[in-house]
């Protein structure tokens, strides 16, 4: 009998950043036709000869997220058959964001593109320990006719200059075959730096499950966008996702279905590993959440022994909320909560452990303190730092702790009061306010997936706020970030995760990494509008908001 299935592909993935969804999109006349139109144009452009207008590089700011600073000087660089890429310093790390740098041009540009050491001319990436003004992310693109150098002081600051130096080239160089140049970069410098250090996007994985190869393909599409914290919700109701080895039915049992009675499934401890893996090598860090002490039936159907009355309810594939709670009174939960806890958090390199703490309607409020203040000390004794979501701030929050608030405009003021105060004890913030960050929020009357109890989230909606004016009474830098939740309720692959999170996921992105100086709706709409033609190179299917001035494709 087959007691489980994980769905993880067992091939290696193609060294593409984003690949093709799992399920083939149909191709439409109008999509044909595009792409019949842009050979065409592409092979005129061919025919015409080198003295033909070549179109002018994109400016250098024009990317999403908004650099700190974008000044242009001098002539554009180009991409030729002999352009080699150059990793100036003795590290491996950034020997493999060349090779993943290679990977994206290679293919669109035809060209060979040998990663190589030192040298003057080229795309060059180089570490400088002393580029203290770099931080720990940012980073400095200079270009010229002779080459494009990018200078971090980490190597994840060279990552992120990689995903704008990707963004300078036309949106083509994303495609997986050959196309035609030129291949410029405006002449100039970009310097850059996040505005926060927690950039994050959660993944329900619960709700329904997600293979590994959908996980990937995901944190590919966050990478560009320069986010560095992937949240996976591992448990709810409807499926426990993670493989547990002192608790082996929370998985083989709980992991068996998803909303709607599909099969379900779960990531074994070697799937979770290469997902850390994979997110690491992009420069993302994920935060596992197990959401406790409600949102467990999965967990409770899979041990009779964690209920109060000791009888396992039945699997649950249904979207209700808050009906479930672990018995708060007995002692085998606190086993449960330690072993639990505990695997998780040797499997997890990253900070961060998120222990939920929404929802938690069948546990009375003394309950609830107690257990999630015994569920805090847990976390610490594993040596991570607690996330909750804010209803944690109605327990006793440890100093440090971080509470993400996912409160609306409908949110009561006491609720609201209650998070800020507690900032005033230590607590720090993530912000996904539902009705602006929440990605599952259905993006007007006549969006077909989704939900909508936050009303509907347009693409200016989600854009269109400030992280650090947000939270009224919040002790100024509380605010450790931005985080877009996707809940899955309606989600089952690739391609409805996409039409959900694209064209608002940018959006959110360029709140966390953008000086607020940049902020500007009619600034940032053009800017988005110009990454469309980018999606689609990359397989994406976002949702055309008529809000955008999208770029012809
Ligand atoms: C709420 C709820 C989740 C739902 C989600 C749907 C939080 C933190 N708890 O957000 O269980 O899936 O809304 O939008």
Not at 22 to 34: K, M, N, Y
Not at 145 to 172: D, K, M, N, Y
Request: glycine share 10%.
């Amino acid at each position: 009998m087959r007691l489980h299935r994980t769905r993880q592909s067992s091939s290696v993935p193609p060294p593409r950043s984003v690949r093709t969804p799992r399920r083939a999109r149909r191709i439409t006349l109008p999509r044909l036709l595009g792409s019949l139109l842009l050979v065409t144009a592409a092979g005129a452009a061919a025919g015409s000869g080198p003295a033909a207008a070549a179109p002018a590089p994109r400016p250098l700011g024009q990317v999403v997220p908004a650099p700190v600073e974008a000044k242009p000087g001098g002539s554009p660089y180009a991409i030729t058959a002999g352009t080699r890429i150059r990793v100036e310093s003795e590290s491996r790390e950034a020997r493999r964001i060349a090779d993943q740098l290679a990977g994206v041009l290679r293919p669109s540009t035809g060209y060979a593109l040998p990663v190589t050491g030192r040298g003057s001319d080229g795309i060059r990436l180089r570490l400088d320990p002393h580029d203290d003004a770099s931080g720990a992310e940012g980073y400095t693109l200079r270009s010229n006719p002779g080459s494009v150098t990018i200078t971090a002081r980490e190597p994840a600051g060279l990552f992120h200059g990689v995903q704008t130096l990707r963004q300078l080239f036309p949106a083509r160089v994303e495609r997986n075959s050959r196309q035609e140049g030129p291949w410029t970069v405006a002449g100039g410098t970009v310097r850059d730096a996040p505005r926060y250090a927690y950039r994050g996007a959660m993944l329900d994985v619960s709700r329904h499950f997600f293979s590994v190869a959908e996980v990937k393909r995901y944190i590919d599409q966050l990478a560009l966008y320069k986010l560095n914290k992937l949240h996976l919700h591992l448990s709810d109701d409807q499926g426990w996702r993670i493989a547990i080895d002192s608790w082996p039915r929370l998985a083989t049992y709980g992991g068996r279905t998803e909303v709607g009675g599909g099969p379900g499934g779960y990531y074994t401890k070697a799937d979770y590993r290469e997902i850390v893996r994979y997110a690491a090598s992009r420069y993302l860090e994920v935060v596992p959440e197990i959401d406790l002490p409600g949102h467990t039936n999965a967990a409770l159907a899979s041990y009779a022994e964690l209920n109060c009355d000791g009888v396992a309810p039945p699997l649950y594939t249904g979207t209700n909320v808050g009906f479930s709670s672990l018995c708060v009174p007995k002692a085998v939960t606190y086993d449960f909560v330690d072993d639990v806890i505990r695997e998780l958090a040797a499997l997890t390199p990253g900070t961060y452990l998120h222990i939920g703490g929404d929802e938690a309607h069948s546990t009375a409020h003394d309950d609830y303190v107690a257990f999630m203040n015994k569920a805090q000390a847990v976390v610490g004794r594993y040596g991570k730092t607690v996330i909750g979501w804010h209803q944690l701030t109605g327990a006793t929050p440890v100093g440090g702790t971080v509470a993400q608030y996912w409160g609306y405009d409908r949110t009561g003021a006491d609720e609201r009061k209650q998070v800020a105060d507690a900032t005033a004890r230590g607590t720090k913030l993530v912000l996904s306010p539902a009705d602006r960050g929440y990605l599952d929020m259905k993006y007007d009357k006549d969006t077909e997936l989704g939900l909508s109890w936050a009303g509907y989230v347009s693409v200016r909606r989600s854009y269109d706020w400030d992280p650090a004016a947000y939270l009224d009474g919040a002790r100024p830098g509380s605010v450790l970030g931005v985080e877009a939740p996707l809940w899955s309720e309606t989600l089952t692959n690739s391609a409805e995760i996409e039409q959900m999170a694209f064209p608002r996921l940018p959006g959110i992105a360029e709140l966390g990494w953008s000086p607020a100086s940049t902020h500007d709706w009619d600034a940032y709409k053009a800017r988005l509008g110009a990454q469309g033609p980018r999606l689609s190179a990359l397989g994406i299917d976002y949702y055309r908001a008529p809000e955008v001035p999208w770029a012809a494709e």
